[in-house]
């Protein structure tokens, strides 16, 4: 890990969110973020984390002029499923909200090159949902031979911007069976300036899945929680999921970090640690929406864990 524990509070690259940061068969590690311009998709690779930050970037797609995917391209993931690497991104039609909405849907990148940064990506579509209404935040995972997609979503009924949702996979971008909600915003830290239950990352570790997520305003409300099931549950019951009651990683003014959130998982070179990666912004007050600043960095730490097995998020980010 190099020097990252002793530089904890300098980000590994400026001005990326929603980083996510995935470790290949081939050694190396694959970045994507959102760019302040929300225009394009890129992708850089290294052996080491730490050489993301000066691995050179490769534009993969740019957003058309108009249509559905011309506006507003958030939170690419890069995922390798079945021989085949996928991003999963969400694209609106316009930059303009309804209701303080927006109109994203999520979308799907493909290419069948060994080395993504060079492959020709395919545009697979839509990833359709049961309802065609604000949808984000699509991340996918494997458990005991099932494929599965976590996103969120506005169901048109419940008050607020987007839920989580669970369901199977027929293919990486086809979803299949029922279509399960397991968190709803509905804590006090959930619900600043907006309602919201966003940004998934997947963990299976210590005999449980664990999902983090974000919530809250993305200014320096923005927070995370998490979501624990059992690793032998039935992950498309609601009940089996439990939602810890007060937020696992928040602004901590003591380390000038403000709003962190939407992080992703990822693994040390050696393979003995559990990796945290998230973006937060160094100064807590923000001119005009904070959506359109771009000093949302992404920072690495080292994960830690509670005695109980669980991650330490909070406990991570402190020295």
Known sequence: MGNLEISYIKPLLEQRADPWVYKHTDGYYYFTASVPEYDRIELRRSLTIDGLKDAKEVIVWRKPAEGPLSANIWAPEIHFVAGTWCIYFAAARTTETNEGLFD??????????????????????????????????????????????????????????????????????????????????????EVIGFKVNEGAAVLIRNGRIFISFSASATDFNYCMGLLTAQEDADLLDPSSWVKTTSPVLTTNESIGLFGPGHNSFTVSEDGTQDILVFHARNYKEIVGDPLYDPNRHTFVRVLKYNADGSPDLAGSIAN
């Not at 395919?122 to 996103?151: C, I, N, P």
């Open 104 to 189: 994203h849907r999520m979308f799907v990148l493909t290419t069948d090159a060994a080395n993504p940064l060079e492959g020709s990506w395919q545009l697979e579509g839509q990833l359709r949902t049961a309802w065609e209404s604000f949808a984000l935040d699509a991340t996918s995972f494997e458990h005991k031979g099932t494929r599965y997609l976590v996103w969120a979503q506005k169901d048109p009924a419940i008050a607020g911007n987007s839920n989580l949702y669970i369901s199977a996979m027929s293919n990486p971008w086809t979803l299949s069976g029922k279509q399960v909600m397991i968190a709803t915003p509905e804590f006090d830290w």
